[in-house]
């Protein structure tokens, strides 16, 4: 099994912190986002991931060894491809087409998603990722008939379906896949709104009569802007919390759902509820709660709600709500 994962975008909606870090790397309770849509694979596949291609901008070296190390702790080999130009989601997939041969899942890294049990797709030749959504009006949706997907509407207006795609495709014949994306990107084949578009490559499979099946979702959950980074990130403290019975910190007092790092310092500070405290954050005669305080940010004599601080930022003397980027200083001479 191969797993694509496209990441190229800059995450616009998430400055500042991606004016630094790539969306998908942002932390999600102590865990990047990207390596939190390849656990969910990991524990919901019956067969193991054996390559993780990454398709990348212009992000680094530190960065790729970083995504290459990750699909290591998975036992999977990191490739790394590039996307410099955006030109829509066939094109995004289209290079890593190297990387196209037997089973192929693609997931673009903007969104986490929960599902119960094993994913199964043995009787179908491609299977797309579904939610059932009452704003069918925001999302491209899938039609169905009898338990296959027959086609694709973007945005109805009128309620032909409910079944959000959220970005999630497995390919039995990654083979299949990696022609027409050829065929669409070499051959100029935009869309109206002038990109390659990867529905145009699965309509172009579903009429030569291969049989697309869908997977349902139980939760999606969305990354796209700093309140949704949040909320996420809140949502998932709920079953992956830290125990505040296991945070040993003097004159703290801890509310529930939080998670606290390793090598974290707090002193004479309230922190909670949904506060996330990552690596080596220093955190001094405070109130946390609502907020983000990423690895080694220093927070004194603030009371945060609703905020997120970047890497080693560092605030102080101030109430109320902030986003501030890394490396940045608020309250400091």
């Known amino acids: 099994m191969k797993l694509i994962i496209p990441m190229a975008g800059r995450g616009t909606r998430l400055r500042p912190h991606t004016h630094t870090t790539p969306k998908p790397l942002l932390p999600i309770a102590g865990t990047m986002m990207v390596e939190r849509i390849v656990k969910t694979f990991s524990e919901t596949l019956e067969k193991p991931i054996e390559e993780i291609a990454f398709v990348l901008g212009d992000f680094g070296a530190a960065v790729e060894q970083q995504l290459r190390d990750m699909a290591q702790r998975f036992n999977a080999k990191g490739s790394i491809y590039y996307q410099h130009q955006a030109l829509g989601t066939a094109h995004a997939v289209y290079c890593a087409k190297d990387s196209m041969q037997g089973e192929v899942i693609v997931a673009f890294a903007d969104t986490l998603f929960n599902t119960d049990g094993i994913v199964r797709v043995e009787e179908a030749d491609a299977a797309i990722w579904l939610k059932e959504v009452e704003n069918y009006q925001s999302f491209g949706v899938a039609l169905m008939e009898e338990g296959r997907i027959t086609g694709f509407v973007e945005k109805p207006q009128e309620p032909v379906s409910k079944h959000a795609i959220i970005g999630v495709y497995y390919f039995k014949e990654g083979e299949g896949l990696r022609d027409e994306l050829i065929n669409i990107v070499e051959n100029d084949l935009k869309s109206p709104r002038g990109e390659y578009e990867l529905t145009d490559a699965i309509e172009a499979l579903l009429s030569q009569g291969k049989v697309f099946r869908p997977a349902t979702v139980q939760e999606w959950l969305d990354c796209g802007t700093i309140q949704n980074w949040l909320d996420t990130t809140f949502h998932v403290l709920k079953t992956s919390a830290t125990d505040p019975e296991t945070v040993q910190h003097s004159g703290c007092t801890i509310h529930e759902p939080v998670f606290i790092g390793p090598d974290v310092v707090l002193e004479n500070s309230t922190i909670g509820p949904n506060a996330?405290?990552?690596?080596?954050?220093?955190?001094?005669?405070?109130?946390?709660?609502?907020?983000?305080?990423?690895?080694?940010?220093?927070?004194?004599?603030?009371?945060?709600?609703?905020?997120?601080?970047?890497?080693?930022?560092?605030?102080?003397?101030?109430?109320?709500?902030?986003?501030?980027?890394?490396?940045?200083?608020?309250?400091?001479a």
């Open 276 to 332: 996330v405290i990552e690596r080596g954050a220093v955190v001094r005669n405070s109130t946390i709660q609502n907020s983000i305080l990423n690895e080694q940010a220093q927070a004194e004599q603030v009371s945060l709600n609703n905020s997120s601080v970047g890497v080693l930022a560092k605030v102080k003397d101030f109430n109320g709500s902030l986003h501030i980027g890394d490396h940045s200083l608020v309250g400091f």
